[in-house]
């Protein structure tokens, strides 16, 4: 949790042009028997405090459950709405703006969080300032940096980027068994109509085997240094719409 007070908000919002809010966003769901329920949650803390310590931006309280829907066949997952989700952070953005904080920034842990997406579309036609990170771009430099073996589409679910980080960020989360867990099944394409169960028994989709807190503490290195074209972005004086048309 984050320790800030009122005084070092305002202190750091002194140093830009436009405050920034970093709002991490995960999940409670099932990450097969050697990964906690927590662990999107985690991940997404892990990256949004590498973006506090390397930019000027507000760290806030995460998000704990997100859409989960396709792991209910495991005991332990919890899910919200996507209806309940957007609204949520979009309450947030909101209530920053409110305070002051102009811009936020949605670290998504979940791949299952798609309306986290259309919340940043509707904001920003709006005219409103948001942005979700990381995009799958920022992942597959941050894959090649750090030496990841598996491909983002093999690695789906508590493979070698969530294991990694974890085993960096925190280690004492990730229980024996991670080291023969591995399971790959790349044609996904009924997920969305049948769910994980339809996929894998363990719950695993992805390469764990591979994971190593070395890997883990380049990968949130490499997003971090991604991050600053964004910051960059959020806080710009005009922000680029189309054509030659910008906004305030």
Same mark, same amino acid.
């Given at each position: 949790?984050?320790?800030?007070?009122?005084?070092?908000?305002?202190?750091?919002?002194?140093?830009?042009?436009?405050?920034?809010?970093?709002?991490?966003?995960?999940?409670?769901?099932?990450?097969?028997?050697?990964?906690?329920?927590?662990?999107?949650?985690?991940?997404?803390?892990?990256?949004?405090?590498?973006?506090?310590?390397?930019?000027?931006?507000?760290?806030?309280?995460?998000?704990?459950?997100?859409?989960?829907?396709?792991?209910?066949?495991?005991?332990?997952?919890?899910?919200?709405?996507?209806?309940?989700?957007?609204?949520?952070?979009?309450?947030?953005?909101?209530?920053?703006?409110?305070?002051?904080?102009?811009?936020?920034?949605?670290?998504?842990?979940?791949?299952?969080?798609?309306? #986290?997406?259309?919340?940043?579309? @509707? /904001?920003?036609?709006? *005219?409103?300032?948001? !942005?979700? +990170?990381? %995009?799958?771009?920022?992942?597959?430099?941050?894959?090649?940096?750090?030496?990841?073996?598996?491909?983002?589409?093999?690695?789906?679910?508590?493979?070698?980027?969530?294991?990694?980080? #974890?085993?960096?960020?925190?280690? @004492? /989360?990730?229980?024996? *068994?991670?080291?023969? !867990?591995? +399971?790959? %099944?790349?044609?996904?394409?009924?997920?969305?109509?049948?769910?994980?169960?339809?996929?894998?028994?363990?719950?695993?989709?992805?390469?764990?085997?591979?994971?190593?807190?070395?890997?883990?503490?380049?990968?949130?290195?490499?997003?971090?240094?991604?991050?600053?074209?964004?910051?960059?972005?959020?806080?710009?004086?005009?922000?680029?719409?189309?054509?030659?048309?910008?906004?305030?």
């Amino acid at each position: 949790m984050p320790a800030d007070t009122s005084a070092d908000v305002r202190e750091r919002g002194a140093e830009v042009p436009r405050q920034v809010a970093v709002l991490p966003v995960g999940s409670y769901e099932q990450h097969g028997s050697y990964l906690p329920l927590a662990t999107d949650t985690l991940v997404a803390c892990a990256v949004a405090r590498e973006l506090a310590a390397a930019y000027p931006v507000h760290l806030l309280p995460p998000v704990t459950i997100g859409c989960s829907h396709e792991h209910a066949d495991w005991p332990g997952t919890v899910s919200i709405s996507a209806v309940t989700l957007h609204a949520v952070v979009r309450d947030i953005a909101d209530s920053l703006r409110r305070s002051g904080v102009e811009a936020l920034v949605v670290v998504n842990g979940h791949g299952g969080n798609y309306v #986290l997406g259309n919340v940043v579309q @509707e /904001s920003s036609a709006r *005219g409103e300032r948001m !942005a979700l +990170f990381p %995009a799958a771009e920022d992942w597959e430099a941050a894959r090649e940096r750090a030496g990841v073996t598996t491909s983002l589409l093999t690695d789906m679910h508590a493979g070698e980027i969530e294991t990694s980080i #974890l085993l960096h960020a925190h280690p @004492e /989360s990730v229980r024996p *068994g991670y080291e023969a !867990a591995d +399971f790959v %099944a790349d044609d996904r394409r009924h997920l969305l109509s049948l769910g994980m169960s339809a996929y894998t028994d363990s719950g695993v989709i992805g390469r764990p085997s591979l994971g190593s807190a070395e890997k883990g503490k380049e990968l949130l290195a490499s997003l971090a240094d991604s991050f600053g074209e964004y910051f960059a972005l959020l806080t710009a004086a005009t922000v680029a719409v189309s054509g030659d048309d910008e906004r305030a």
